[in-house]
């Protein structure tokens, strides 16, 4: 008895560090076409990303005399469902890294309309994971449930070149693996 008790204990602690299980049934139904991901993959991970992405006041590339508002770069905390810390995600270049030390960088595929004020949906190819742990044969990531994040309104001109702005965003960042 003390052995299955101790048996069952232990499964759901385990459970209970991974907010969704391999092969959930997390739905892509109401997210655009353009950023779902392929058909045979499962989800892998779930996290809540929140933080700040860098923009700074930049000479539009192509249009001589004219500046704009660049990204630089975002700086963010993963959590779980639960509110836990799992890892990070900053840049250039864009990386996902988990808590136990494995890493992502990928490339965007597509980008979809996410409403005014907020970054983009976004879906991307992974490169191959550096390092074990959990993000080892993640092959997508989505960007999902996004809030914030556009570059700043504030004026941009050749008076304010080099000027950096830091807006905060969140965003769901979905993890998906070939089955």
């Known amino acids: 008895m003390k052995t299955t008790l101790a048996t069952l204990v232990s499964a759901l602690a385990l459970g209970a560090c991974t907010t969704t299980p391999m092969g ?22 779930e996290t809540v990303g929140s933080g700040d ?20 770069g975002p700086k ?9 810390v799992v890892g990070s ?26 409403g005014a004020g907020n970054l983009p949906y976004q879906l991307v190819k992974t490169n191959p994971a550096i390092g074990q742990g959990a993000l080892n044969g993640v092959t997508h990531i989505q960007r999902v449930a996004l809030k914030g994040g556009v570059a700043p309104t504030t004026e941009c001109s050749t008076a304010t070149r080099g000027k950096r702005e830091t807006v905060t965003y969140q965003a769901d960042y979905i993890f998906w693996k070939a089955r």
């Open 53 to 72: 992405i860098t923009y700074e006041c930049r000479d539009k590339a192509g249009a001589g005399g004219q500046t704009e508002w660049a990204f630089v």
């Open 89 to 114: 995600y900053y840049g250039p270049p864009a990386t996902w890294e988990a808590s136990d030390g494995s890493r992502l960088t990928g490339t965007q595929l597509a980008v979809a309309p996410a």
């Open 76 to 84: 963010a905390v993963l959590k779980d469902r639960a509110g836990q």
């Open 24 to 45: 959930s049934s997390y739905s892509q139904d109401t997210l655009p076409e353009g950023i779902r991901v392929p058909a045979g993959h499962v989800v892998a991970w």
